[in-house]
């Protein structure tokens, strides 16, 4: 099993940027693939962005919404995922949250806030 804790959410201006990070515990991080989804209030969870598992570099696929201005990346030696938002819309507000998947399981962080707004 694997725990997660996201963090570097908070309030930032339209165009600006922000790096989300998501630290694991438990073993065998590198096994999982990690995606970050996001809630906004009145909406259904949706996918932003997701990364493959692996050792190697792994590969990425994106929301349409946020291609060319979010990247995921991952650190498996540091068992931590990222999430580097830049040129950030006020439509980008929204809880983010965190997940680790491997086969049939499935595990959350708890999320983080983020706002966008003059």
């Known amino acids: 099993q694997v725990q997660l804790v996201e963090s570097g959410g908070g309030l930032v201006q339209p165009g600006g940027s922000l790096r989300l990070s998501c630290a694991a515990s438990?073993?065998?991080?590198?096994?999982?693939?990690m995606g970050w989804y996001r809630q906004a209030p009145g909406k259904q969870r949706e996918l932003v962005a997701a990364?493959?598992?692996?050792?190697?570099?792994?590969?990425?696929n994106y929301a349409d919404s946020v291609k060319g201005r979010f990247t995921i990346s991952r650190d498996n030696a540091k068992n931590t995922v990222y999430l580097q938002m830049n040129s950030l819309k006020p439509e980008d507000t929204a809880v983010y949250y965190c997940?680790?998947?491997?086969?049939?399981?499935?595990?959350w962080g708890q999320g983080t806030q983020v706002t966008v707004s003059s």
């Open positions: 997940n680790a998947a491997r086969g049939s399981y499935s595990a």
């Open positions: 990364i493959s598992s692996g050792v190697s570099r792994g590969s990425t």
């Open positions: 438990g073993s065998a991080f590198s096994s999982y693939a």
